[in-house]
């Protein structure tokens, strides 16, 4: 069965290419070496738990299968969003109990503060957008909840604001959305850029990294794991796995806690002058509340970055006049968008959608099922993992040390995923339908 990490192995051009700095050319592993930690994976989760393990005076190597960023690091949007989950705060608390979930809260809601604190301290050239990340309802219902959202966070003193169907028609250009919420702690960075500054960082610690690295296999040998790639092998006391939606079958079983869904990202030619001018104007970043959620970015540049669709196999080429014809019905009052580029990454669903940290055996952790808040806190979680290694006791953790769960039935995923991403897509389409008939009957243009 097809794996995400089967993908080719080339770093794909982004969007971020251009400013996310150039590869590391780091070399791989050749020998035999012992240090105190051993990190798997290249991502923010990778890098960080490499750097804080590090800034703390142990010796730590990172493998990478490829080249640092090459994962989910290097192929997102760069929206860091002050939320942990894409739950509410009340589902967070229920999911993971009050005294994890309240600490969970507080880290997204830190969490662009977070980033840009470690891309200060690192010299990090991150290129932040600091205008505020908007939600726009794609029906009326959803509005309404926005709209509920935005009051209770307002009690909390929270600097979200609301916007009326007609507000959100003139920020965002566009007649599609029913109202929307900005939450002005929001920010988008360039993700690339971010995760290759931590892997340098890891570095200028005393971290040692290798690139083209797998692991390929994982064995206990007395007190301490055996970690072998294909030209090399180290001891160390403290493994930490750190493949997300790429994880492998190096440890049995853990690949099965969570599904991968690929996601697709579209960029365009830059706009012209005048139609940047016109749409998403003054904010960082924007998705909507569809259940196979859309997200857009407007570069400085003028390029417009937006979702491409999801897949749940080989990387195709994404309908691009399919996608581009969706995005012009959107921005009607524009000229024509066309296609610069695209490129594809993987993301996870796990049983509840959010950051999991489980203790696999002595001495080995990960940080796993990501639901898509993983620039920020794919950064945190390794810090937490690089805290335990460094002696933090596993109560004093952001989230508690669980045992995987794997997902029931999950022979049967891709079928099962399948038919939900045809079920939720269905669904969304005769919402927007029945929103834009709603509309039609009332006559409402957007209004105040
Ligand atoms: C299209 C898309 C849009 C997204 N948008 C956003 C967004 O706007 N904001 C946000 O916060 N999050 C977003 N995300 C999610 C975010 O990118 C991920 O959550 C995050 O990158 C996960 O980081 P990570 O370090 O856990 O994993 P990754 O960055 O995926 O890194 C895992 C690494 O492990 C390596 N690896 C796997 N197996 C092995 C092995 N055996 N040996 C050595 N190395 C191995 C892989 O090569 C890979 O580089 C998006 C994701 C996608 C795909």
Redo the contacts with the bound molecule.
């Keep these: 069965m097809y794996k995400p990490?089967d993908d080719v192995t080339a770093t794909p051009k982004t969007v971020f290419a251009e400013a996310g700095g150039s590869s590391l050319g780091l070399a791989p592993l050749r020998g035999e070496e012992s240090v105190d930690a051993v990190v798997?994976?290249?991502?923010?989760?990778?890098c960080s738990a490499a750097l804080h393990i590090a800034e703390r005076g142990m010796r730590v190597v990172l493998?990478?299968?490829?080249e640092i960023?090459?994962?989910?690091?290097g192929?997102?949007?760069?929206?860091?969003?002050p939320r942990a989950t894409k739950f509410e705060p009340e589902t967070v608390l229920k999911i993971y109990g009050p005294v994890y979930g309240a600490r969970l809260n507080d880290a997204g809601a830190g969490a662009p503060d977070f980033v840009t604190d470690l891309a200060d301290r690192y010299d990090i050239d991150i290129t932040v957008v600091r205008s505020g990340i908007l939600t726009a309802a794609h029906t009326p219902a959803a509005a309404e909840t926005l709209r509920q959202r935005t009051e209770y966070w307002q009690r909390l003193k929270v600097p979200v604001e609301f916007l009326t169907r007609r507000e959100a028609s003139e920020v965002i250009g566009s007649d599609d959305y029913h109202g929307a919420m900005i939450d002005r702690r929001g920010i988008a960075i360039n993700?690339l850029a971010f995760?290759r500054g931590l892997a340098l960082a890891a570095i200028s610690q005393g971290a040692v990294l290798y690139e083209r690295?797998?692991?390929?296999g994982l064995t206990r040998v007395g007190e301490e794991w055996r970690v072998a790639t294909d030209e090399g092998a180290l001891k160390a006391q403290h493994v930490l796995l750190?493949?997300?939606?790429?994880?492998?079958d190096?440890w049995p079983g853990l690949k099965k806690t969570v599904i991968p869904v690929r996601?697709?990202?579209i960029w365009s030619k830059p706009l012209s002058k005048a139609d940047r001018g016109r749409i998403l104007r003054g904010i960082s970043a924007m998705v909507d509340t569809r259940r196979l959620l859309s997200?857009m970015r407007l570069h400085p540049d003028g390029r417009l970055q937006f979702s491409g669709g999801l897949g749940l196999g080989r990387e195709i080429e994404p309908e691009l006049a399919k996608r581009l014809g969706q995005i012009q019905a959107i921005f009607p009052d524009i000229g024509l968008i066309e296609a610069e580029g695209w490129w594809?990454?993987?993301?996870t669903r796990g049983i509840s959608d959010g950051w999991r940290l489980h203790r696999l055996a002595p001495g080995l952790l990960t940080?796993i099922a990501?639901n898509?808040?993983?620039?920020?806190?794919?950064a945190i979680m390794g810090r937490e993992l690089a805290r335990h290694v460094c002696g933090v006791p596993a109560e004093d953790l952001i989230i508690a040390l669980t045992r995987p769960r794997q997902i029931p039935g999950f022979a049967f995923h891709k079928s099962v995923a399948a038919l939900a991403l045809r079920f939720w897509g269905w669904k969304d389409r005769r919402e927007i339908r029945q929103a834009t008939k709603l509309v039609e009957r009332t006559s409402e243009r957007p209004a105040a």
Excluded: H, K
């Excluded at 798997?40 to 990778?46: E, M």
């Excluded at 750190?242 to 492998?248: G, I, L, Q, V």
């Design positions: 990490i798997i994976g290249g991502g923010f989760v990778g493998l990478e299968a490829n960023g090459w994962g989910s690091a192929r997102n949007v760069g929206q860091v969003a993700p995760v690295t797998r692991m390929t750190c493949t997300n939606a790429y994880t492998d190096a996601g697709y990202q997200g594809s990454g993987w993301v940080a990501c898509g808040r993983g620039v920020a806190m794919g």
